[in-house]
Nanobody
């Protein structure tokens, strides 16, 4: 069993930056690929980024490529999402997710564990 707790959300102006963190419990964190998803008001939850167990492979949605960077620290059992050049359309609740596979995935159903989410609001 893995429990995920996100932090780092908040209100930021367009063009600004935020770093989200996702702290995971459980001794097998390093065996899990991790992902970030987001859900804007009135929209379905969508894939943002994912990272393999070792951090050697990453994946991004086209909408965030070049602006967001995912990373992980398997000693600290934490995955990060560095978000730069934020836009108002990045406003959403951001969720951390873990899957019991070592490689990345883009579909919600591929993930077994979810955090409670953290709100990111980007003002224009």
């Amino acid at each position: 069993q893995v429990q995920l707790v996100e932090s780092g959300g908040g209100l930021v102006q367009a063009g600004g930056s935020l770093r989200l963190s996702c702290a995971a419990s459980g001794r097998t964190f390093s065996r899990y690929a991790m992902g970030w998803f987001r859900q804007a008001p009135g929209k379905e939850r969508e894939f943002v980024s994912a990272i393999s167990w070792s951090g050697g492979s990453t994946d991004y949605a086209d909408s965030v490529k070049g602006r967001f960077t995912i990373s992980r620290d398997n000693v600290k059992n934490t995955v990060y999402l560095q978000m730069n050049s934020l836009k108002p359309e990045d406003t959403a609740v951001y969720y951390c997710a873990g899957r019991s596979r070592t490689y990345t995935g883009q579909r919600e159903r591929e993930y077994d564990y979810w955090g409670q989410g953290t709100q990111v609001t980007v003002s224009s």
